[in-house]
């Protein structure tokens, strides 16, 4: 597991000025989710989100909430967020360095945990998530939306992304389906309240879920 998130970490630092400049892929199906989870969002819910990378998504978001923490593994995606926040002052948000499998959080210290493009950039599901849901409360929301590369072609998660990762072009991925996740998601007890896809332009991987912490 850990040589996994140092590789995740190597990877994203030396990538993280041009993942910063790249413009997103699916903006309508970006911003229907952005539209879906401030519905869910409460003004006095406290949020943290893992994997938050150069925290687009968080500035977009924590204007919705009391209190939003973000965090990442790579510390050159946190510069940029914070950089990001500068120019931005959002009251509440704070951005922090973090390891989503071993958050720095108190158990059952926030409502709501978001984790966007994250899940399948973990080093297994099961112990990850069982880690990654340690602060959200009983009763709190996990949101998330994640790629399911084994939606893709068959050759894509057992030799495009293998030789990707060869040639330094791509991190660890975990090649599952959106069933796989659900199931993964229930066997830490969560609650599947929602499961759904926000693509605009043709077939879409990622798959957005809502869960709910018993």
């Known amino acids: 597991m850990q040589a996994t998130l140092n590789a995740q970490t190597t990877f994203w630092n ?3 000025r041009k993942y910063a400049a790249d413009p997103i892929a699916d903006m309508g199906g970006y911003a229907a989710t952005l539209k879906r989870v401030r519905g ?8 943290l989100e ?3 990378g150069t925290g687009t998504t968080a500035l977009n978001l924590a204007g919705a909430t009391r209190r939003y923490v973000a965090s990442d ?3 050159e995606m946190v510069a940029i967020a914070r950089e990001k926040l500068a120019a931005q002052p959002t009251q509440g948000l704070q ?7 071993a958050p720095h959080a108190q158990p059952k210290a926030f409502d709501v945990l978001l984790a966007f493009n994250t899940l399948h950039l973990l080093p ?3 112990t990850s998530l069982a880690q ?3 602060p959200l409360r009983p009763g709190g929301l996990f949101i998330s939306k994640t790629a399911c590369v084994g939606e893709m072609h068959p050759l894509v998660g057992w030799l495009g992304i293998p030789l990707a990762r060869l040639l330094g072009k791509a991190p660890p991925v975990l090649v599952f389906k959106a069933p796989a996740l659900v199931a993964a998601l229930e066997r830490q007890g969560l609650r599947i309240e929602a499961v759904e896809r926000h693509g605009t332009q043709g077939k879409d991987i990622r798959v957005f879920i809502v869960a709910r912490k018993p």
């Open 50 to 52: 893992i994997g938050c």
């Open 124 to 126: 297994d599901l099961d």
């Open 14 to 16: 030396r990538l993280a």
């Open 40 to 47: 869910l969002l409460r003004p006095e819910y406290e949020v």
């Open 95 to 101: 951005f922090e360095v973090a390891d989503a499998t």
């Open 73 to 75: 593994l790579a510390p």
């Open 132 to 134: 990654a849901l340690r």
